[in-house]
């Protein structure tokens, strides 16, 4: 039709001076060509349906026909765009009026975006991933905010090292501890744990190599090393040529039947802090700024079980998830003059040494198709806390942060979650907080993976 | 140096002699590649009859499989989009990628039906590629079972012989079933069916018979008691003679719409170890064709 038109248009414009019969007879000329071209398509729209569909109705004819392999030619995916998802989330909460949200007893860890009260959006990520030529693949993971874009990992990773070897390189989330590696979206809880909160803010990122081999045997085993910039809390950016910070972790695994698997594994990470801003409540309930230099050691082990029935997750299947960890942190802290303002601290600086634990435990069990229940539970202790000379400045915290956290989620399919969590907070030592939260989380594009 | 360079010389073909390992993603070709390469290879399958194959976690005993393999037979066409290529990235096995003469999609060598023609996930979770479960068709098992017996000969050349030899053998085997088969199956011509997933589209294309409904809405997603009850009045103007699924599906909503419509449930196996008959490939389609001749009076 459309073609026709524009012929019409065509001939018009190339003929103007054409008498009206002579229109006329361009007219039906025209629509002739047009039914005829119009019954062409027709049918070679038939004849493509029929190649495509193999015979339905010849049962009884000779076999196989031909049994010799087809060129292995059919491309997996059309074009050489990279695989592209977008994940939307956002949520309604119900808190208390907190104006400094923290944990106390620990020092606060960066990357916090905040809790705000009521509906507000969550991360939005965008994630591209691709093969970038036969020896790398590419992933890169955007976060986006109000006021913020971050790129959360942007790396390569070797595919043709063999031997199970294999580098990763750029920025990506640290393969230390189970939950680290998960973006938020992929969570079991609507926030997260008390332990990754204390320990990193979010989750431990870098940007550096990481060098991972798995061993060519039938109970998993891998080991891995990295090693990288170390801008993160615990450490900082401290402006030189040399690594910022190291990570080791192992991981063993395998599965116990059909129906149970398990992975455990231990991790450590060594980094170091020079001038790292802290914030924390001195004698005088007034802010003071910590400044912190020295080193840094978490060791964080953790323990993943799952079960389905005959390894069939569809409709009932349950998973365990058990992280611990223990950080020393050992140097020197300035807590920076605040009399101004009325506070206790003078700007003295003096040895700081802490050393302090937590865990999360947490069940999560699918009880029918699209619904699965949930129970965490999160406990940390301060520990033991130096201040030094400080110490006549700043309090110690024996408070032993805990929560309880309870959720429902509902998946209308793999690509959509709606979920309700209820926590009982008791993070901070003043509080006791009833929690609710209600959050979507909805992946739209490319088919998620399934990670262990 | 030069005393490494001939150790290596020296080891290799050994190693070529060696057994291939092999990765099956799905039982049916984990079967086929025992079909082939008989006691010479060593076949780790990575899912049983009664596991979805599209819900399949990236398991830790299935990336040390992975590390391990000369050989990677898998349906493709998306059907493991959710784990394989994880697997792939984390095993760190090059002889495995794509792209390497290791990695086999059986959906590559065979013409795929319901290809889709938008992409859009309110229809559910489409596979672009096509239907991608192409082994409910004996004929493709031998479409496929000829590529796989060259590629395993191509990767290795010292078993190449005993392959060509065992798959003439099994070749001829299955032309012979697949005739006899269809010769059984004639009154299965027509036949109208509901099924839970489009599991079987491949099996009801050869056999000329006819779907009905699907009891998922839209694939992957769970039968609702809302479009179950719809069909149930679906079935009452157009009749049909079965509802058939896969060993992995739950069995509820089939039995619900079985009773409801009078009309039975079948589980068929869908593939090999579904069911205690159907303990290798041949088993999978005596046993199918024996529950689908047994709803036809």
């Avoid at chain 1, 103007?16 to 006329?24: F, K």
């Avoid at chain 1, 119900?94 to 990357?111: M, T, V």
């Avoid at chain 2, 419509?261 to 389609?285: E, K, M, Q």
């Amino acid at each position: 039709m459309f073609r026709a038109t524009l012929l019409a248009a065509a001939l018009a414009a190339a003929f103007p001076t054409y008498a009206q019969s002579d229109l006329d007879a361009l007219r039906a000329e025209l629509k002739a060509l047009q039914t005829a071209y119009e019954a062409r398509i027709a049918a070679l729209e038939a004849r493509i349906q029929q190649a495509e569909s193999p015979p339905l109705a010849a049962p009884v004819t000779a076999p196989v026909a031909a049994a010799t392999p087809q060129a292995d030619s059919r491309p997996a995916r059309a074009g050489f765009n990279p695989d592209i998802s977008l994940i939307l989330q956002g949520r309604y909460a119900r808190l208390d009026a907190i104006d400094e949200r923290h944990i106390s007893g620990f020092l606060p860890a960066g990357h916090a975006h905040g809790t705000p009260r009521g509906f507000s959006l969550d991360h939005t990520e965008l994630v591209l991933t691709a093969s970038i030529d036969p020896y790398f693949n590419g992933y890169f993971n955007l976060a986006l905010f109000d006021d913020e874009v971050e790129i959360e990992e942007a790396w390569f990773q070797t595919s043709s090292l063999g031997q199970g070897v294999t580098v990763k390189g750029g920025r990506f989330l640290s393969g230390l501890g189970y939950q680290n590696a998960q973006h938020p979206h992929a969570w079991d809880f609507a926030d997260n744990s008390l332990m990754y909160r204390a320990l990193f803010g979010e989750s431990y990122g870098n940007d550096g190599v990481q060098l991972k081999w798995v061993a060519p045997t039938a109970l998993f085993m891998e080991i891995g090393a990295e090693a990288g910039r170390g801008a993160d809390f615990p450490g900082n950016d401290r402006n030189r040529n040399g690594a910022g910070s190291a990570t080791l972790f192992g991981h063993l695994g395998g599965d116990v039947g059909a129906s149970h698997s398990w992975r455990a594994g231990l991790s450590y990470l060594h980094t170091k802090a020079n001038d790292r801003d802290g914030e924390i409540e001195d004698f005088n309930d007034e802010h003071a700024e910590t400044l912190f230099s020295g080193k840094s050691r978490t060791w964080v082990a953790d323990l993943v079980w799952k079960w389905a029935p005959d390894g069939n997750a569809h409709a009932r299947n349950f998973k365990f998830a058990a992280e611990y960890f223990r950080r020393t942190e050992r140097g020197s802290l300035e807590c920076e003059d605040n009399r101004a303002d009325g506070g206790a601290c003078d700007g003295t600086t003096d040895a700081y040494r802490s050393r302090q634990s937590g865990y999360y435990a947490q069940g999560i069990y699918q009880f029918m198709p699209r619904w699965r229940t949930g129970y965490r539970y999160d406990r940390l202790d301060p520990g033991t806390v130096n201040f030094g000379a400080n110490s006549a400045f700043l309090p110690l915290s024996d408070h032993k942060p805990e929560r309880h956290s309870l959720m429902l989620d509902y998946s209308p399919s793999e690509f959509s979650r709606l979920r309700l969590q209820y926590s009982k907070d008791q993070s901070m030592a003043s509080q006791n907080e009833d929690q609710w939260f209600v959050q979507y989380i909805h992946s739209l594009g490319a088919h998620g993976a399934h990670r262990f | 140096m030069k005393h490494i360079l001939i150790a290596c010389l020296l080891w290799l073909p050994l190693a070529a002699h060696a057994a291939l390992n092999v990765f099956a993603c799905e039982p049916e070709w984990g079967a086929l590649v025992r079909e082939i390469g008989g006691a010479s290879v060593k076949v780790y399958t990575a899912t049983t009859a009664l596991q979805d194959p599209h819900r399949i976690e990236a398991r830790p005993s299935l990336i040390a499989q992975m590390r391990r393999a000369d050989l990677v037979v898998c349906s493709g066409a998306d059907l493991e989009a959710g784990w394989l290529p994880l697997l792939l990235r984390e095993a760190g096995n090059a002889r495995v990628q794509p792209g390497r003469p290791g990695y086999f999609e059986a959906t590559r060598f065979v013409t795929l039906l319901e290809k889709p023609a938008t992409l859009d996930r309110a229809q559910g979770d489409v596979h672009a590629a096509g239907n991608p479960h192409i082994h409910t068709d004996p004929r493709n098992i031998a479409r496929v079972g000829a590529a796989l017996a060259a590629r395993m000969s191509e990767l290795d050349p010292a078993g190449a012989s005993a392959y060509q030899v065992q798959w003439q053998a099994f070749s001829a085997r299955w032309n012979a079933a697949i005739a006899g088969w269809q010769a059984r199956a004639a009154p299965l011509k027509n036949l109208p069916v509901v099924v839970h997933h489009k599991s079987f589209s491949y099996l009801l294309a050869w056999l000329g018979m006819v779907e009905v409904a699907t009891l998922e809405p839209r694939p992957g997603i769970e039968p609702s008691a809302a479009h179950l009850g719809r069909i149930a009045a679906q079935l009452q103007t157009t009749p049909a003679r079965a509802v058939l699924r896969a060993a992995y599906h739950s069995p509820r909503s089939a039995d619900w719409l079985a009773q409801r419509s009078g009309i039975p449930a079948l589980a068929l196996p869908y593939t090999v170890g579904g069911n205690a008959r159907a303990g290798d490939l041949f088993g999978l389609f005596d046993d199918t064709l024996d529950q689908l001749l047994k709803a036809v009076p």
